[in-house]
Every structure is written in C-alpha cells, then in structure tokens.
Antibody, heavy 121, light 113 residues
Framework: EVHLLESGGGLVRPGGSLRLSCAASGISFTGYAMAWVRQAPGTGLEWVSVVSGAGGVTFYADSVNGRFTISKDDSNNMVSLQMNSLTVGDTATYYCARVSSDIVDRHFDYWGRGTVVTVSS | DIVMTQSPDSLAVSLGGRATINCKSSQNILYSSNNKNYLAWYQHKPGQPPKLLIY???TRESGVPDRFRGSGSGTDFTLTISSLQAEDVAVYFCQQYYNTPYSFGQGTKLEIK
C-alpha cells in the first residue's frame, strides 16, 4: 500500500521558519518530480512548489518565491520544504504529492494526508 | 497565470443519479505538439489524501471506476459521475499542469440528495 507522510508542521510565530518533510512507503520518489500543495482553512488547493525528478529544476508560486525552498533526497525517498519568513497567510494544511513523471508538467498521482502549519503570534 | 473556475460550487444528486461538474480555464491548456489537454481531476474526502481520478482531461487513472468520466478540450472541461454511489461524496478539484503556477479550481462539493 502507498503512503506519503508529511511531518514538520506546527505553530510558529510570524517571521519564523519551519521545515516540512515528506516520506514515502510503497512507492519511490527516485526519478519522479515532487510537489507541495497547500490548503488554507475554508479555501481551495493552492500549488506551492515543484522540483524535477533529478532535483535540478524548481518552480515556486509567487506567494512563496524567495522564502520557500523545495528539495528532494532520493537516497532517503524524501522531499522537503524549507519555509522561512513565515506570515499569517502561510497558515494551511500542506500536502506533498508525487508527480507522475520526472518532468514537472504532469499530474499528481499520489498525495499525502497533509501536515498543518499555523502561523500566529 | 491560468485561472481555473469550477461550477457549481456544490451539488446534490440522488443515489444512482448523474453528477456533472464543469471546469473552465482562463487560457487554452491543449498543447498542440502532443494534442494533450493538461488537465486533471481529483477527489478529496475529509481526512484522506486527495485521489487522482482523471488525467489528460479524459484518461481514467488505474482502479478508478468507469462511472467517472472526463471530457472537454481547450478551455472547457467536464467531470461526469454516473450512477452516483454513497462513497462518491467528496470535494472534486480540477487542476491545470500546462503552466506554472499549476492552478486548481476552487472545488465542487458533491453530496447525496
């Protein structure tokens, strides 16, 4: 059975940092692009970032560009999202998702259950 | 940026009935070089990971029941769920993966009438 498990969420003050991680069982991240998607309370899904299968190509939503960094570690079958300079607007459930290919412009074939990030003073 | 707009926001259908969810993109998401529409549909139930249903606008993911059907091209797309089952209660999202940011529709909440 396939599981993607996000971790690292929690409560953080505005301006603070968090590092989210996503580990998989039952599937491999090697050779696959990986993405992060978030959902703020009461809203729809917002794409955050994607990294190519080889890890060399990354894209970010304008709302997080320059503050968030995505990376993947194929040896440990993990993808991470380093989030700096957090604002209240970053409060959301963060999902990791596997892209169905090594290139970024493909659908997401597996998702995690999400980890909650709350930014509040 | 490409804006994805779904309609309706919510929908109530009788068991065994047909549900139709529409998704409109603000720009063409049909890539001419491969003739593929860069459009996916997902099902999201509370407490569960979102689940891929349809990709390339009309290709059903392995294991997805054939009562789920995706159609459309260019800027207008439809997810049709025929013979609605109780387990189909969920929020359904469309997503374009043609250009970053890979935007989602706002979601359609499907309930049983």
């Amino acid at each position: 059975e396939v599981h993607l498990l996000e971790s690292g969420g929690g409560l953080v003050r505005p301006g603070g940092s968090l590092r989210l991680s996503c580990a998989a069982s039952g599937i491999s991240f090697t050779g696959y692009a990986m993405a992060w998607v978030r959902q703020a309370p009461g809203t729809g899904l917002e794409w955050v970032s994607v990294v190519s299968g080889a890890g060399g190509v990354t894209f970010y939503a304008d709302s997080v560009n320059g503050r968030f960094t995505i990376s993947k570690d194929d040896s440990n079958n993990m993808v991470s999202l380093q989030m700096n300079s957090l604002t209240v607007g970053d409060t959301a459930t963060y999902y990791c998702a596997r892209v169905s290919s090594d290139i970024v412009d493909r659908h997401f074939d597996y998702w995690g259950r999400g980890t909650v990030v709350t930014v509040s003073s | 940026d490409i804006v994805m707009t779904q309609s309706p926001d919510s929908l109530a259908v009788s068991l065994g009935g047909r549900a139709t969810i529409n998704c409109k993109s603000s720009q063409n998401i049909l890539y001419s070089s491969n003739n593929k529409n860069y459009l996916a549909w997902y099902q999201h139930k509370p407490g569960q990971p979102p689940k891929l249903l349809i990709y390339w606008a009309s290709t059903r993911e392995s294991g997805v029941p054939d009562r789920f059907r995706g159609s459309g091209s260019g800027t207008d797309f439809t997810l049709t769920i025929s013979s609605l089952q109780a387990e189909d209660v969920a929020v359904y999202f469309c997503q374009q993966y043609y250009n970053t940011p890979y935007s989602f529709g706002q979601g359609t909440k499907l309930e049983i009438k």
